[in-house]
């Protein structure tokens, strides 16, 4: 009996105290923007600007092909765009992998076997990701209220438990919607 306890301490301090920093040695994480505007550039072809989602509440996924909790949380994400279906919520999935390390073909091979229905974008240098993160920890969740504002803190990791993840990205996009903000883009202009 000792003998599995002392294997399961060891496994635990290799995979999580080794390999990851202590929250004494890691950078301190940046405050929030209140701005953070962003355009980037989807498989799809298509550019996707923050301002042009005005009147949505956004919810900003940062991650990368390599990340295995990413890889679940996708699932997680996937079945929330399901449920706000017909709401002014859209979901984003952005990788922070450099194209020399990861190309649009194999981002695109990811996205189909994961069958993804929701954009996936480039943010290759991992600009707008360092304004909220001071390391890779991802997955890295970031909500956006519908005036197209950052709205608190990102949301960092993955919950063991799919269905805790999925009401902590519920309670906060609720929140977002009930707070209201700019119309959506189709009902601007209409009174």
């Known amino acids: 009996m000792r003998a599995v306890i ?13 390999a990851t920093p202590s ?27 923050s301002e042009a989602m005005r009147g949505e509440v956004l919810v900003v996924s940062f991650g990368a092909t ?6 679940w949380e996708l699932v997680a994400i996937e079945e929330l765009k399901v449920e706000y279906a017909g709401k002014p919520v859209r979901f984003l999935w952005v990788s922070i992998e450099a194209k020399e390390r990861t190309s649009d073909n194999i981002l695109r091979h990811y996205a189909k076997e994961r ?16 304004l909220f993160s001071a ?9 956006y209220d519908r005036e197209g504002r950052p709205a608190g803190p990102p949301h960092r990791g993955m919950s063991q438990d799919i269905t805790v993840y999925k009401q902590i990205v519920r309670n906060r996009v609720n ?9 959506p883009a189709a009902e601007a202009g209409t009174n």
């Open 135 to 143: 390391s890779t920890r991802i997955p890295l969740v970031v909500f």
């Open 66 to 71: 390599w990340c295995v909790p990413c890889t």
């Open 6 to 18: 002392t294997l399961a301490f060891a496994l635990a301090l290799s995979v999580g105290g080794a």
């Open 23 to 49: 929250r004494a040695q890691r950078k301190p994480e940046p405050e929030p923007p209140k701005e953070a505007a962003f355009r980037l550039k989807g498989l799809d072809g298509k550019t996707y600007e």
């Open 175 to 183: 929140a977002l919607l009930a707070a209201g903000g700019a119309k």
């Open 115 to 130: 069958q993804l229905s929701i954009p996936v974008l480039r943010d290759p240098d991992a600009s707008l990701f360092s």
